[in-house]
């Protein structure tokens, strides 16, 4: 038995009368694209829709021959919200769209809830060229000098932390001392580094219109996390540390996950997203678990970060039209993993 009724405002646009509503108690403010402009780095989709407290919207949205459908509740569920003169305000964004060089129209029309009646919509003409191979070259010559630069500095700083380890004493009240815990650190920015370059030379390619260098240069990055991840470092205090953990702070997953992510997204392979933002759970669960470091609230914000593709794989299923079901066990998934006390 269904345990979430709520999902019910997830069905599709059906047919019936406008129950009152008018073009009026919706307004639609499209921030990007822009009417005429040219893009060469690809865009997200951003608008903002008011509308009454009461009500639930669909924002359906056309382009690049694909259809989303983008949800606006009073819970905010998929969109963010905020409270304007008695209305809400849902921030709308799409990062799915797989730009094409071109010229496009984006088509939008926002519905109230079960009904086939626009209350509003909009047409924007832009265009699509691929980002100049001058410039691109140009992002990818910055990364990799920013990368030539970072390695070189955490090298060096990881050899004079292995000058003198048997000086080491831990400070009062830490289990670390400051030569442990910056070596530790060192080492995990050492090993996300690297991933981190060949990710967002990643997001450029996929700007450029280039999926064949975006993804290879995603399969080098993974290639570093499968060659290195499970390797360990030992100081005085502690034996084995992971390399995928810094001590400073909560340690962000290789930007790589992400953009695998969003790369099948745009082109409708949500096995493939799953994997990736299930990746990018694991990561975040592991040091909630097992971090020998963290503070009880460094803890619970890795938890946090945690529940976030369980969302967004729920926000998917809805907005591709593919499978409900799957919504509906996101969205459960999400909630039963939610910290006391929490509801959003």
Not at 123 to 134: G, K, N, V, W
Not at 198 to 211: K, L
Not at 272 to 287: D, G, I, S
Request: aromatic share 12%; proline share 6%; charged share 30%.
């Amino acid at each position: 038995m269904k345990t979430m009724l709520w999902l019910a405002v997830f069905l599709s646009v059906v047919p019936g009368r406008s129950r009152g509503a008018t073009p009026e108690t919706v307004q639609l403010e499209i921030t990007c694209p822009v009417e005429g402009t040219t893009y060469t780095r690809g865009f997200t989709f951003t608008a903002n829709l008011t509308g009454a407290p009461d009500k639930t919207y669909i924002a359906v949205l056309q382009c690049f021959g694909v259809t989303h459908h983008l949800l606006c509740d009073s819970q905010g569920t998929f969109a963010p919200i905020a409270n304007r003169n008695g209305k809400i305000a849902w921030g709308l964004h799409d990062r799915y769209l797989l730009p094409e060089p071109g010229d496009h129209i984006l088509e939008i029309a926002v519905f109230e809830q079960g009904n086939t009646i626009p209350l509003q919509e909009d047409r924007i003409r832009f265009r699509m060229e691929r980002m100049p191979d001058d410039e691109l070259q140009k992002e990818l010559k910055r990364i990799s000098n920013w990368l030539i630069w970072s390695v070189k500095t955490l090298r060096d700083n990881i050899e004079r932390s292995d000058v003198d380890r048997a000086k080491r004493t831990p400070r009062s009240g830490s289990k670390l001392s400051e030569a442990s815990r910056d070596e530790l650190s060192n080492r995990y920015h050492l090993f996300t580094s690297r991933m981190k370059a060949f990710g967002e030379a990643a997001e450029f390619y996929e700007q450029a219109c280039r999926p064949g260098e975006a993804l290879r240069a995603l399969r080098f990055a993974h290639e570093i996390y499968a060659r290195e991840g499970a390797a360990v470092t030992n100081v005085p205090e502690i034996k084995g540390f992971p390399v995928q953990w810094d001590t400073k702070d909560v340690s962000y997953p290789p930007k790589h996950f992400f953009e695998f992510a969003v790369f099948y997204a745009r082109r409708k392979d949500l096995k493939q997203t799953e994997r990736w933002f299930l990746e990018y759970t694991a990561w975040w669960k592991r040091q909630h678990e097992k971090h020998p470091f963290l503070s009880a609230r460094e803890k619970e914000k890795c938890l946090e970060h945690s529940l976030w593709p369980y969302l967004e794989l729920a926000r998917l299923h809805y907005m591709l039209y593919q499978d409900m079901d799957a919504c509906e066990q996101w969205m459960e998934k999400y909630k039963a993993n939610m910290p006391p006390g929490r509801t959003r």
